[in-house]
């Protein structure tokens, strides 16, 4: 396991991404600023507060040089790790909650209040879908060419036919709150404010299994490989090696310090988790 603390003057960690080689961490923290370390040697390649509000999300560009910020006032921030330099600032008309890039091409999605953005390559002219409630949570299949969101209700977008694939509702789905893929983009997980983890078909939405993981709200959801990770409202994470079409699942970590976010590297292997003042990185196996 490695270690990396994280500067005095710096606020908790929020979110957390690598970059798309694997080797380096980028850390999203509560008083605006933005770290990135070299994995292999240890080495702060990045810090820097670029606002004095807190940092929601962190992402990186598809080519990782730079990182893509959005933060509670309502502005999305890309800069350039080698030099710092302001790429682009973008404001919005509410917090910028998620940035997700797709895992293939070069599109990405922003959600910001009840609106996804979604871009093509450019900042120009986005394809706008509106939910009817704040989106909470969007994750890409691995193939890139779909997508989940969470508002109210839970619904995949095919972005290649512009077209929803299908919506679970309240029906379906009670107070569903995150979302993420499976690695072969077969199956979707749901975590709902009541705790658990609902297992969906990704292609037609049929529900296969329901997994009670906690008491509390399931705030993150990410699919490694193979395990899926949880982490819920009293900021308590845990590793569950799941079956997902049949009832069977294996706790295979339970962490006892209080986490504030994580993610799993590009191959699903290994996985990033950010206390109050360090990130540790770890086999996800």
């Known amino acids: 396991m490695k270690t990396f603390s994280l500067p005095r003057q710096c606020g908790n960690v929020v979110a957390l991404a690598w970059s798309p080689n694997g080797h380096l961490i980028a850390a999203a923290c509560e008083d605006g600023t933005a770290i990135v370390w070299h994995i292999p040697s240890g ?41 710092g330099t302001l790429v682009l600032s973008q404001m919005f008309d509410a917090p910028v909650k998620k940035i997700s890039f797709a895992p293939r091409g070069r599109r990405f999605l922003v959600a910001v209040g009840k609106t996804i953005f979604m ?39 095919n972005v290649l036919r512009r077209r929803t ?51 509390h709200r399931i ?27 049949e009832h069977s699942g294996i706790l295979t970590q339970r962490y006892p310090s209080v986490q504030r976010a994580f993610a799993f590297s590009p191959n699903g292997e290994h996985i990033a988790t950010g206390t109050r003042q360090r990130i540790c990185i770890a086999s996800a196996g």
């Open 43 to 83: 080495e702060v390649v990045f810090c820097r507060r670029l606002i004095r509000t807190r940092l929601l999300t962190v992402t990186w560009t598809e080519n990782g040089h730079c990182l893509v910020l959005g933060s509670e006032n309502n502005t999305l921030t890309v800069i350039q790790i080698r030099d």
């Open 119 to 157: 871009y093509d390559d450019q900042w120009r002219a986005p394809l706008q879908i509106i939910g009817p409630s704040p989106v909470l949570d969007v994750a890409w299949s691995p193939t890139g060419g779909r997508f989940a969101a969470v508002c109210c209700d839970v619904f995949v977008y």
């Open 165 to 215: 694939v299908y919506t679970l509702t309240d029906v379906d789905v009670c107070e569903p709150c995150s979302v993420a893929w499976n690695v072969n983009g077969k199956d979707v997980a749901i975590g709902t404010a009541k705790g658990t983890i609902q297992i969906h078909d990704g292609s037609t939405g049929q529900r296969f299994t329901t997994y009670s993981l906690s008491t």
């Open 219 to 245: 705030s993150h959801l990410s699919w490694g490989n193979p395990c899926l990770a949880a982490l819920d409202d009293c900021a308590e994470m845990t590793l569950w090696d799941l079956l997902p079409r």
